[in-house]
């Protein structure tokens, strides 16, 4: 633990390496989260009446290579962002967690029972299931306090709620274990938090929060998925990442998601499997004149894009270990254009007026061809896009998203290299 007027003097305004890595380079920036650290310390210190604290970081998570390959036990590439969830936390003595959220009512978790009540991702459930499966594993638990504040948006596709998830790891690892968690564990205990909360999500969310920087993840292994994490530094690229919230909620389109795996499992079926990854694009093709009354042919060009988007995560991750950020740049539209035209999860067929994600990917070509990339972010139908932006183009770029979606609803991003952390000033 440190003195908060201590690590205050060590942010020294934002202007320190490891607030670079976390946040950029820019002023206004770094200045902002310096503030947004001493305002929560502070409120740390008149909450819980104690000024020794630690602070921890966790970054939002955005998909950029294998769009729904997940589900099919495929391939996915994915990176931290640098909005993040902080907290300032500090062991009580006791045998229970005290959060207080910003935005959000605050709650306790007595350790002593860490049986889940009722079957809703709540966070002192996450708490909860994170404290058993430490346990489990023979590291240690313990009360502690905790400010938590999230700046990674809901609904934005930047998986707030995985970064949150990590975030809890991160503190009982520090506070009672010496950091000794792998982050990749953390992520799995992540995932399985959530599925005893009857949330069956994948494992790409949490381990892109807890490992930070670009990561790839191989399911073919359910169990036991390959986590890799890739040397390539975003930062000299001379790109910025930007996600635009093109509006529209994703209430209401159950059908529409579940219509994506099913589809997939459907072909996947006939070609002897439970799901696509064990067939390869040949098979898929081959059995078109014998399965295509069955399925149906939206569900075979859905099964084309699994397909191509499983194996162009491969060249993706070639090319950036390459340091070949152009051709990773051109997969990046060829997933988007994959995603398109054979998965069919940029707009909802019953509403071929309202095309909002249609809309600022043609937007996004109109600035960007031969410059930047541009694709479907996330599960697709509404909400948002991603786009990699010259910086030279960026505020032409801003300009005319927001001319169209409100200004905001622009998030300029970087592929931050570090996780779920503990900050070491």
């Known amino acids: 633990m440190t003195k908060i007027s201590s690590l205050v003097e060590k942010i020294n305004g934002g202007n320190n390496p490891l607030f670079h890595e976390l946040y950029g380079t820019d002023e206004t920036v770094l200045k902002t989260m310096a503030d947004r650290y001493a305002k929560y310390m502070e409120q740390y210190s008149a909450t819980y009446g104690s000024d020794d604290v630690s602070l921890f970081s966790s970054p939002g998570r955005t998909e950029v290579g294998g769009n729904h390959t997940d589900h099919q036990l495929g391939r996915v590439l ?6 993040d969830n902080i907290a300032v936390a500090a062991p009580n003595g ?3 967690v005290r959060i207080d959220s910003v935005g959000f009512e605050p709650f306790e978790v007595d350790l002593s029972d860490l049986e889940i009540k009722e079957f809703a991702v709540t966070p002192g459930n996450l708490v909860r299931v994170y404290a058993k499966e430490l346990k489990a594993m023979g590291l240690e638990v313990g009360g502690f306090n905790a400010i938590i504040h999230g700046a990674v948006p809901e609904g934005s596709g930047l998986s707030s709620s995985a970064s949150f998830e990590v975030l809890i790891g991160a503190i009982f690892s520090e506070l009672f274990n010496d950091g000794k968690l792998d982050p990749v564990d953390n992520a799995k205990i992540g995932q399985k938090a959530e599925h005893a909360c009857h949330k069956f999500c994948g494992l790409m969310d949490q381990t892109a929060c807890a490992v930070g920087g670009f990561i790839t993840i191989d399911f073919e292994d359910k169990a036991n998925p ?3 994490a890739l040397d390539f530094d975003f930062a000299t690229t001379g790109y910025s990442l930007v996600i635009t919230n093109t509006g529209g909620s994703h209430g209401g389109l159950d059908k529409e998601y579940n219509s994506l795996p099913a589809e997939m499992k459907a072909v996947a079926k006939e070609l002897g499997h439970d799901v696509l990854r064990p067939a390869s694009i040949e098979d898929v093709v081959k059995s078109i004149p014998a399965i295509r009354e069955k399925v149906g042919d939206r569900a075979i060009l859905r099964s084309i894009h699994f397909q191509g988007d499983n194996a162009r995560v491969v060249k993706q991750v070639e090319a950036l270990e390459a340091g070949n950020f152009q051709g990773f740049l051109g997969m990046v539209i060829q ?4 995603s398109y035209m054979y998965n069919q999860n940029i707009y909802v067929n019953r509403e071929p007026e309202y095309q909002p994600v249609a809309l600022g990917l043609a937007l996004s070509e ?3 061809a031969g410059k930047g990339a541009w694709r479907v972010h996330g599960g697709g139908f509404a909400g948002t896009i991603q786009a990699f932006v010259p910086n030279d183009l960026l505020d032409e770029y801003i300009s005319t998203l927001e001319s169209v979606y409100g200004e905001g609803n622009c998030h300029t991003l970087f592929i ?6 503990k900050l070491d000033l």
């Open 416 to 421: 931050r290299s570090k996780g779920s952390i």
């Open 94 to 96: 006791t045998n229970i």
């Open 226 to 228: 390959i986590v890799k």
């Open 335 to 338: 997933s988007g254009y994959s």
């Open 366 to 368: 109109l600035v960007l």
């Open 78 to 83: 994915a990176g931290a962002v640098n909005l």
